[in-house]
Every structure is written in C-alpha cells, then in structure tokens.
C-alpha cells in the first residue's frame, strides 16, 4: 500500500472514530432514542451527506456503540478474571464486573441491552457483524471462567456444556441489572436495597455452580 493510501486509510477510521465518538456523546448525555443523525452530524463538525457515507443509518451507528461497549465489557471481565485463581470465584468476579460496568457506564449496558434484544441478521464485516463478534468475545472469558472451575474442583463437574452455563449466568446477571436499575425504589420499599439484593444475586449464582456437598 502506498503512502498515500495509508494516509486515506488513516484519515477514514480517525474521521470514523470522531463520528462514534459524538454519538457515544449524545447517547450518554440524552439516550439514544432522543439522539438524532443531524445531532451526531453537528457533534461531530461534519455534513449530514458525509455522515452517511460511514453510516447508513442510525442503526449502524449505534452498532458501532455496542462494539465498543462489549469490547470494553470484555476488558472489564478478563480484568475481573486475573485477580482470581479459582474458576467459581473468577466467574463471581465476572458478575459483580459486570453490575460495576452497568453503574459506570449506563449507555453501554443500555446499547448492551438493545442488542441482545436484537435478532441477528448480520453480514460479515459490517457493524453489526463486528458487534456480534464483541458479544461473543465477552461470553467466552466467562466461558473459560467456567472450565477453569472444572478443571481446579470450584465448578460442579456436571455443570453441563459451559457455553450454555455461560450464556444462562449471562441472562440471569443482565436481567439482576436492569431489575435493580428500572425498580430501585420498589426494592427499597420492600426494604431490600440494591447493594443487598446484587449480593443475593451472586450468592444465588455461587451456588448454581458449586459442586454439591457429598452424601
């Protein structure tokens, strides 16, 4: 490649970047559902027509979002891992990692959440595609998690197939999260607080996986 093609390849995903980052921007400042293309375009000192030239629509553009944010979930969780040796406690770490990321970046568990939501239609190679691969990078560290704990005795030997397990702790941390996030004042009038009711949720999620006591 010449010096000048790396040059326009350079200025493509800089511009790029400054466009994802505007939007990251609104998104966290108003919610998605109020953020605009005219907005994003204005954030990021750019014309309508060029904006669409990396991104066909809003949809595209919020793909982009959620790469990443399930990139630095991933993070977030490999982080949690490495300050554990045995499986059950990396995979409680991981959990409470994620409650801590849903705290500090609440635009991201909510990009997070839409696209779970979504049904999958992606090309590969397009934004929605790069965002999958993100997911799935995600859920094989708590994957791996898994089959740590049942290599070193921490993780029930019958557990099952671990992605499986992986995506089941997935789907029952996630709907901890949005519960304590839409229902926080329900909690504490049934006197439960949101620090309590995580624990419980954890230790709930300790004991799915703890091998069963003998006899």
Request: proline share 3%; net charge neutral.
């Amino acid at each position: 490649m010449s010096y000048l093609a790396e040059r326009r390849v350079e200025e493509k995903e800089r511009r790029r970047a400054e466009i994802v980052d505007a939007a990251e921007r609104l998104y966290a400042k108003k919610g998605w559902d109020s953020v605009t293309m005219d907005q994003v375009a204005k954030a990021a000192r750019l014309s309508r027509a060029l904006l669409y030239v990396y991104f066909r629509d809003r949809d595209e553009l919020q793909f982009a979002i959620g790469e990443r944010a399930l990139e630095m979930l991933r993070t977030r969780f490999i982080e949690a891992v490495a300050r554990h040796v045995r499986g059950l406690d990396q995979v409680e770490a991981i959990g409470r990692a994620y409650m801590t990321y849903a705290q500090d970046f609440p635009h991201y568990f909510d990009v997070c959440a839409r696209f779970q939501a979504h049904e999958m239609s992606a090309q590969p190679g397009s934004n929605e595609g790069a965002c999958a691969v993100a997911g799935d990078a995600a859920i094989l560290v708590v994957v791996d998690a898994i089959r740590t704990g049942i290599a070193d005795g921490s993780v029930r030997a019958d557990i099952g197939d671990p992605m499986l397990f992986a995506v089941t702790l997935w789907a029952f941390t996630h709907g901890v999260i949005q519960l304590a996030m839409a229902k926080g004042a329900d909690l504490a009038r049934l006197g439960i607080s949101i620090p309590r009711f995580g624990d419980n949720a954890l230790a709930l999620l300790r004991s799915m996986g703890a091998p069963r006591p003998a006899g």
